[in-house]
């Protein structure tokens, strides 16, 4: 049988092999560590110039009335053949993006030729009619 003081002895001997293991264990992850450090100092790392937030895209050039007058009839025969679409739908039909198409789509409104219904994304386009406009 051991007695207390034995079983006492034991446990801190097993506590001081496992505190000297992981001793080493963390030496050697310092080492590594410092050793890698020195490795990135003595060859620093290309820096790549990134292009600065407040520059812009050079914009487009502006569109003339007839440009747009045109587009807005080739956007109105598109949508007398598929009523109800959404813009992201129609913008394809008539080759053009559907933020390009907002200035020509407003002006179909304001002579009462299309009217809307619903919301940002989910608006749908209709033809007016000749009798309505």
Do not use: C, W
Request: proline residues 7%; positive net charge; glycine residues 6%.
């Amino acid at each position: 049988m051991t007695t207390n003081n034995e079983l006492g002895e034991q446990i801190e001997r097993l506590v001081r092999d496992h505190i000297a293991t992981i001793h080493t264990t963390v030496a050697a992850a310092v080492m590594r560590a410092f050793g890698a450090t020195r490795a990135v100092a003595e060859n620093p790392p290309q820096r790549t110039r990134m292009p600065s937030a407040g520059v812009r895209a050079k914009p487009a050039p502006r569109r003339t009335g007839e440009e747009v007058a045109a587009l807005a009839e080739q956007f109105y025969t598109v949508l007398r053949r598929s009523p109800g679409e959404t813009m992201t739908t129609l913008a394809p039909q008539v080759g053009a993006s559907p933020r390009s198409l907002q200035v020509v789509v407003e002006r179909l409104k304001r002579t009462g030729r299309v009217r809307t219904v619903g919301q940002r994304q989910f608006m749908r386009y209709f033809p007016m009619t000749a009798t309505a406009a």
